[in-house]
């Protein structure tokens, strides 16, 4: 029988390197000896004995007992007759004859909440209808192509209301009404929260006690299947959420599974989150290694994912995340980098982009260590994409402060600049920013609601013109005033009967669709000659001007921001040369809810020297304002003057090495 476990097995489990384990262990319908039934194998290597049951032997911790496979820790056996859809639990008899009940860490399908066992299934009967999709992203990942993410509580995206199934509504019928928004506010990827099995809807996911089964809250594995393919035959990318940093203490879960610490480092000072109430992993651990990588290639491989969030990664890099003086451990050179962490994300990284080269790794790392987006051969941790929480905190404080007195925070507008290309950025506003007390998006706002609504409007429009991708959490793009919470449905009752929140919910569906046609946004994201700035210290003013670049040189933009409740006319503003420019894109359109301050004709540049430029253009500039010219950048011509010195220079250089 193919699902038994070999020598071979053993040799790549323990060497941390088995990256399909999970095909062997788990429950899988299996046949042996001319019977068909399940093969169920577990990794249990501190207990004393171990069995399977479930409802196919009363659940009678006698009747099947599990057989130690040579020199691995793995308990295994072959149960007749028992097919898809069992309910089953390991029973752990542990060394000091205490019993335990366990669910499956490879198992595929759980019980609803708040029940907890394991459920026998086969996720190979599901026929994929995304090849083409699949084709083309096995190529690797480019980041010059636009990218702008929906981040998504399926749970409270939308609620049911026909008293079924607490709520939730399934994959399959999210799937249709989710790409169909998604596709028509311009989003590229949607991001899904809370997918991994977990027992308690308020961690939102978070707290993992089923790494390899997607929740059954919203259906079965073959229905987050459909989820996902359907969502690609509509041009959609999934990302999940991802979890290798901690896991819960639930009795039903990973934590002591054999009665002993297994999965968690045994030393609590390295092995438990003293703030989360959670277990840390055991990184230097082969087979618990080993254990988060195949499950990181499994949402991967077998479901198609486009891509891995993974979530606090700063708390995995640092021994003291968290903890005061006293409470942890230095590394064997007295620092507080976790070498064993460090060492696993390189592999993690390097061991998917070799086997899923168009996959996405994003990390949401809150500090400054070095190097998260650059190769492991070059001293990276080699994730795709990082997180720009360093643009978040200050952008968000920046925008709380009441216009007259922004003056004093400038610095907050400007500093992401000098960063910008030190890794390749998403710029999130996310559900961590709207939860917890800290109201949402418009709550955040100063003034009254118009003036609320215009801040808005400038905040999401320097979003998208800032270098880096772009992630917003649901609601937010249609101005929800009330604190996200997972227990109801994000208020989709506003689009209906407030204007206010329709017109902002246009302007950001344009803004998107904007953001994804013009290269300049996107196609040097990852590179300094795609930004250029005009005038970036006009504190008194609540300014900033740059420009953002292609390649070509073709159809650029210049952007003004105007972060004060104050009209300008005929403002004046330094260009990077001579030309025309046409506006393109403004946030004061009156179905924004703007006063409908528009430059509607083409602007030709005059040689009035202005911001340090040689150039520059008058234009109306509105109150709260974001106006967007396009045009073609032409470099300035050097001298011949210039040109002979630059000649004279080069030779010089030429000689003195010998050329």
Request: aromatic letters at 16%; charged letters at 25%.
């Amino acid at each position: 029988m193919k699902h038994r476990i070999t020598g071979f097995d053993n040799y790549l489990f323990k060497a941390g390197r088995h990256y399909e384990i999970y095909e062997k262990l788990g429950a899988h319908l299996a046949e042996e000896d001319g019977e068909t039934g399940t093969y169920f194998a577990v990794w249990a290597p501190n207990a004393a004995s171990v069995s399977v049951v479930g409802d196919f032997n009363g659940w009678n911790i006698e009747k099947n007992p599990m057989e130690p496979v040579e020199g691995l820790g793995i308990y295994d056996t072959f149960v007749p007759e028992v097919g898809k859809g069992e309910l089953y639990k390991y029973v752990i008899k542990t060394k000091s004859g205490e019993i335990l009940y366990k669910a499956d860490p490879y198992g595929n399908l759980c019980q609803v909440r708040p029940e907890n066992a394991s459920i026998v299934t086969d996720i190979r009967d599901y026929h994929w209808t995304d090849g083409d999709w699949e084709a083309k992203k096995k190529k690797a990942h480019e980041t010059n192509r636009p990218m702008a993410v929906y981040e998504v509580h399926l749970g409270s995206w939308k609620k049911s209301f026909d008293g079924e199934n607490n709520g939730f509504v399934g994959y399959r019928r999210l799937a249709g009404e989710l790409a169909e928004y998604v596709n028509y506010m311009g989003y590229t990827h949607v991001e899904l929260i809370g997918i991994a099995e977990h027992p308690l809807d308020a961690s939102w996911g978070y707290q993992v006690t089923g790494y390899y089964a997607p929740t059954s809250r919203y259906g079965t594995p073959e229905d987050f299947m459909y989820f996902i393919d359907y969502m690609h035959s509509q041009g959609i990318g999934v990302i999940l959420d991802w979890v290798p940093a901690h896991f819960p203490k639930d009795e039903h879960g990973l934590a002591h599974f054999d009665g002993m610490a297994l999965y968690e480092h045994p030393d609590p000072r390295r092995g438990e989150h003293p703030d989360w109430g959670t277990y840390i992993f055991n990184y230097q651990r082969p087979e618990v290694s080993n254990f988060l990588v195949a499950n990181a290639l499994f949402w991967l491989e077998k479901f198609h994912v486009d891509g891995l969030r993974v979530d606090a990664v700063a708390s995995m890099l640092y021994l003291d995340y968290g903890r005061q003086a006293g409470q942890w451990v230095p590394n064997d050179e007295g620092g507080r980098e976790n070498k064993e962490a460090v060492e696993f994300l390189k592999h993690l990284n390097s061991i998917i982009h070799r086997r899923c080269p168009g996959a996405m790794m994003i990390a949401e790392e809150s500090t400054a260590w070095p190097k998260v987006t650059e190769i492991p051969e070059k001293g990276g941790l080699g994730f795709t994409y990082k997180w720009n929480m360093g643009w978040m905190n200050d952008f968000l404080e920046y925008m709380k402060v009441d216009p007259y007195f922004r003056k004093y925070d400038h610095y907050k507008l400007t500093f992401s600049f000098e960063y910008a290309y030190s890794e390749k950025y998403i710029l999130v506003l996310s559900h961590d920013e709207v939860v917890h007390m800290k109201g949402s998006m418009i709550g955040k706002m100063p003034g009254d609601m118009p003036d609320k609504f215009g801040n808005l409007r400038a905040a999401y429009g320097f979003m998208t013109a800032h270098p880096g991708k772009k992630l917003l959490f649901m609601g937010q793009d249609f101005a929800q005033i009330r604190e996200w919470s997972e227990e109801r449905s994000i208020d989709w009752f506003l689009l209906d009967n407030e204007p206010a929140h329709r017109e902002l919910n246009n302007y950001y569906r344009d803004l998107l669709h904007f953001y994804r046609s013009q290269p300049a946004l996107y196609e040097l994201d990852d590179d300094k000659a795609g930004f250029m700035w005009i005038n970036g210290g006009d504190t008194e003013r609540n300014m900033l001007t740059f420009c953002r670049m292609t390649k070509s040189g073709k159809n650029c933009l210049l952007f003004h921001f105007n972060f004060s409740p104050v009209v300008y006319k005929d403002f004046r503003s330094g260009v990077p040369c001579p030309g025309t420019y046409t506006e393109i894109f403004n946030n004061s359109r009156r179905e924004y809810g703007g006063e409908g301050l528009l430059n509607e004709t083409p602007i030709p540049s005059e040689p009035v020297a202005w911001d340090y430029q040689e150039n520059s253009i008058q234009y109306d500039l509105p109150a709260f304002g974001m106006v967007a010219f396009q045009f073609d950048y032409v470099p300035p011509k050097k001298s011949k003057a210039k040109g002979r010195r630059a000649r004279k220079s080069n030779r010089r250089k030429a000689a003195d090495k010998g050329v």
